[in-house]
């Protein structure tokens, strides 16, 4: 496939200055960059969706020029409705050595320039910046952005002059790679296309050049309506262990995540989340359709999602540690402590002595100890596949579980 056609079947297109995708086929400057802000110390899966835009652009020959904000990210994107807490320094600096990270293990190309806009900001005197920047755009522009118009309308929390300016800086962050680079497409999320617009007014306007955006639209989960994203309160972190701002998502529940969406939303997200090429997915699609039960699809999408963000090696240890434990043969108490060792590294664990409400709510299981003696009474928890009713010492090795999917290791 072309990357206009590739983008398409993907779901990869929103809104774009870009008159005909098929531009994009045969643009003469193969140069994007994409740019997040350290705002958390993980990333999520909102952002994964945007980061597999890039490497698709990436497949088709582009170099990527990816931005983490560590200017931009210390005023924050404003919210629709209400001023966001500043970050201090230190945390922006350990945010973006984090999702920098991340970022890269994502987008994997042979040719990448990783940048900060620090590096042209930190040196920036105000009054260049109004003079160049500011003189460029009219508070008329400015008022008539919908995140403006919502903060300072009837009922708005009203917005700071540093969030007001946000979309200058962003904006400027564009002009300067496109001086700099030739950078002259910029990739981003729905959300961010006014901003993203902001860049290519300074560019027309100071630069007469022209540049182009191209959006993804944002994933909504097609159920519940919510999209995947934090300000949601359902956010799958793409960072596997905690760094710090407990902002992360273990591997075993990132890919149970997948494994658990619904039929109407896996084809969707099997085409956005995974690399499988577009024979592949269909074929997997129609085995699905037949034997929907097999949840087929959904297995693929997990495990191809899980390569993508933690590694092959890591997607083979899930999806063989997700047939042993969902495996109704599966006799628990056989397994010696080597073995459940090997599962400790992808599972919580508990140490033996322990008393079982305590490892209920230590391990999320149960929200109170309250709660843990309501499931134990109800028989909701077993142990080595055998359900357990009282609280007790907890006193061999053993494979506690609550509910489908939640589980720990004692040992």
Request: aromatic fraction near 10%.
């Amino acid at each position: 496939m072309k990357l206009s056609e590739e983008l398409e079947y993907r779901g990869f297109s929103a809104k774009t200055t870009v008159e005909n995708a098929s531009e994009l086929d045969e643009r003469e400057s193969k140069k994007f960059y994409w740019g997040a802000d350290p705002s958390a110390d993980s990333l999520t899966i909102g952002n994964l969706a945007a980061l597999m835009m890039c490497a698709c652009f990436v497949r088709h020959g582009y170099k990527p020029y990816l931005l983490v904000g560590g200017a931009t990210g210390q005023i924050g994107d404003p919210k629709e409705n209400d001023e966001r807490e500043l970050k201090s320094l230190d945390e922006v600096e350990h945010n973006k050595k984090c999702i920098k990270a991340q970022i890269e293990r994502i987008v994997r190309a042979d040719d990448v320039a990783m940048v900060d806009n620090l590096d042209w900001f930190r040196e920036m005197k105000y009054l260049d910046f109004l003079r160049e920047v500011g003189k460029a755009f009219s508070m008329t522009q400015l008022l008539d952005r919908q995140f403006v118009q919502n903060r300072i309308g009837e009922g708005g929390a009203g917005i700071s002059y540093a969030e007001f300016s946000y979309t200058l800086i962003q904006g400027y962050d564009f002009l300067h790679l496109y001086r700099e680079h030739g950078v002259d497409l910029q990739l981003c999320g729905a959300d961010q296309y006014g901003n993203a617009a902001s860049g290519i007014h300074l560019i027309k306007r100071l630069e007469n050049g022209k540049a182009d955006i191209w959006s993804t639209p944002l994933i909504v989960d097609p159920v519940s309506g919510r999209k995947f994203g934090k300000s949601e309160g359902n956010a799958i972190w793409l960072a596997a262990t905690d760094n710090g701002g407990g902002n992360y998502t273990s591997i075993f529940d990132f890919y149970q995540f997948w494994l658990n969406q619904s039929d109407e939303a896996v084809e969707k997200l099997i085409k956005i989340y995974t690399l499988l090429e577009k024979d592949d997915i269909e074929g997997i699609l129609a085995k699905h359709q037949e034997h929907p039960e097999e949840r087929i699809a959904q297995r693929a999408l997990a495990y191809g999602a899980t390569e993508v963000v933690h590694g092959k090696e890591n997607a083979d240890a899930i999806e063989n540690l997700v047939k042993v434990l969902f495996d109704k043969k599966t006799n628990f108490a056989e397994f010696s402590e080597d073995e459940l060792s090997e599962f400790a590294e992808y599972l919580p664990v508990a140490n033996k002595g322990s008393m079982l409400a305590d490892v209920l709510v230590g391990n999320g299981l149960a929200e109170s100890k309250k709660k843990a003696r309501e499931y134990l009474a109800q028989g909701a928890i077993t142990m080595n596949g055998v359900k357990v009713q009282d609280n007790m010492a907890l006193s061999q090795v053993a494979i506690i579980k609550k509910g489908k999917n939640k589980f720990v290791i004692v040992k």
